[in-house]
Nanobody
């Protein structure tokens, strides 16, 4: 059974930092691109950052470029999101996603989701 478990959310003041973690189990971690999405109340789920399965190619939403950094540790089956210079508009539930990105693997195109962790940026 595949599980993605996020942690590291909480309340932080504007300008502060947080590091989110997503621990994966039940899958071959290095067959999957890993992403962080976020969903604010009443809004759609948006991609925040993605890192490829191999090679570490990254993609960021324009709104977080230069402030957030995604990384992965394939030995620990974990993906991280370092968030700096946080703003109130970063308040959301942050969800971890795994998507198979190797077309030669049976996992290609398969999606898994975590349940999310709430980040609140407020003074």
């Amino acid at each position: 059974q595949v599980q993605l478990v996020e942690s590291g959310g909480g309340l932080v003041q504007p300008g502060g930092s947080l590091r989110l973690s997503c621990a994966a189990s039940g899958l071959t971690f290095n067959w999957y691109a890993m992403s962080w999405y976020r969903q604010a109340p009443g809004k759609e789920r948006d991609l925040v950052a993605r890192i490829s399965s191999i090679g570490g190619s990254t993609t960021y939403a324009d709104s977080v470029k230069g402030r957030f950094t995604i990384s992965r540790d394939n030995a620990k089956n974990t993906v991280y999101l370092q968030k700096n210079s946080l703003k109130p508009e970063d308040t959301a539930v942050y969800l971890c996603n795994a998507r198979g990105d190797n077309r030669y693997r049976a996992s290609y195109g398969i999606d898994y989701w975590g349940k999310g962790t709430l980040v609140t940026v407020s003074s």
